[in-house]
Structures are given as C-alpha cells and as structure tokens.
T-cell receptor, first 110, second 114 residues
C-alpha cells in the first residue's frame, strides 16, 4: 500500500529559528495536507496543497507540493514556543482516504 | 461555525465488550471519515462514509463497522474489543470529494480496553 516517509521524526527548536520537515512517497498524490496535533486533541489543518508545484503560506508556515507529486515540505519561520507539537503530512490519492506520515515531533530546546 | 464533534471524549471497556463512538460533521459536510491513532503512532484510515454509504475501508477486521445517518452524523462500532484496540479514534469530515477535498478533524474519543 501507499506509504509516506516523514522526516525528521523529531526535532528541537530554539525560539527564532527556522525549521523544516518533509514527506516523501513512492506513489503520486493529488492533494497534500499538513496538520498539527497537540496532546489529547485531534489534528488541526494548517495548509492544504492541491497542485503540483504549489507554494502556500499560512502566517509563519510555508508548504510546497513537490513537482513530482511524490513529496512535500513544511517550513516554520521564526519559531516560537507554541509551535511545539506533532506535525503530520497527509497525502490523498484515489478513494478519498488520507495516508498519513509518521509525524514530526517538535520540541523546545532545553 | 461549529467544528466536528465527537462523543464520548473518553471510554473504558474490557476485552470482549462492544463500543459505539459518535461523530457529528461540520454543518454542510456530507463525508465522514474514521481514523485510529494508537499511542505514539500515526493515523490509520478506518472508514469513509458519504451520503449514507460506505465508500472505502482501511485494513481493519470486520468487527470494526459503522454507519452514516441521514443527517450525516456517523457511528463507529467495534465488537469483541481487544487490548490493541486501545487508541484515540478520530473522526473527520469534508465538504466535497475530488481535488478540493480537505478533511477537518474532531477532538477524538480516547478508548482504553482493559
């Protein structure tokens, strides 16, 4: 079946840093979505991408739909403590179901 | 506008029991999706309902089933509960199918099987 490889699995951020995470797949997707999940809550949609090559921003977040349709990245600029959480990429192909990456856990540097 | 709602928020059951989880989609959304998120793991697709019909199913045994009602709300039923069914069960809804589809999630139901 389809699989998404999301990296890194975890990262530490320092306030003010820019951070980046990405997802790659062996299959083509029609839609890429990026979600953030905080403990005990459901994922919250951050950015939706519908066209290959599309670059979309939402505040300090920027995501791109890879030109090959097999990858996507998410950048967070000037990170702040509330950026802590788990970020998931999700790809949608046929059948409307979403395939999720394993998540990137963002933590604050001690 | 109210988001996706789920009930109950938490549930504790014992092995062999049956459970029903409920989901109300965002007003106007016709598609409802169910996902299982085991502790520390990613989301696994369970079921997709649209216009009262099951449209797609993930790789789960038949004891996971559900339905969608005429008002587009949905139930997820799990029979003969096993310990490994302990997870956060998430419901999502979307307005449309096809390239514009975007799924919005509810807060989830935390199921613990003892």
């Amino acid at each position: 079946g389809q699989q998404l490889n999301q990296s890194p699995q975890s990262m530490f951020i320092q306030e003010g840093e820019d951070v980046s995470m990405n997802c790659t797949s062996s299959s083509i997707f029609n839609t890429w979505l990026w979600y953030k999940q905080e403990p005990g809550e459901g994922p919250v949609l951050l950015i939706a991408l519908y066209k290959a090559g599309e670059l979309t921003s939402n505040g300090r977040l920027t995501a791109q739909f890879g030109i090959t349709r097999k990858d996507s990245f998410l950048n967070i600029s000037a990170s702040i403590p509330s950026d802590v959480g788990i970020y998931f990429c999700a790809g949608r192909a046929a059948g409307n179901k979403l395939t999720f990456g394993g998540g990137t856990r963002v933590l604050v540097k001690p | 506008e109210a988001g996706v709602t789920q009930s109950p928020t938490h549930l504790i059951k014992t092995r062999g029991q049956q459970v029903t989880l409920r989901c109300s989609p965002i007003s106007g959304h016709t598609s409802v999706y169910w996902y299982q998120q085991a502790l520390g793991l990613g989301l696994q697709f369970l079921l997709w309902y649209d216009e009262g019909e099951e449209r797609n199913r993930g790789n789960f045994p038949p004891r996971f089933s559900g339905r969608q009602f005429p008002n587009y709300s949905s139930e997820l039923n799990v029979n003969a509960l096993e310990l490994e069914d302990s997870a956060l069960y998430l419901c999502a809804s979307s307005l449309m199918q096809g390239p514009g589809d975007t799924q919005y999630f509810g807060p989830g139901t935390r199921l613990t099987v003892l």
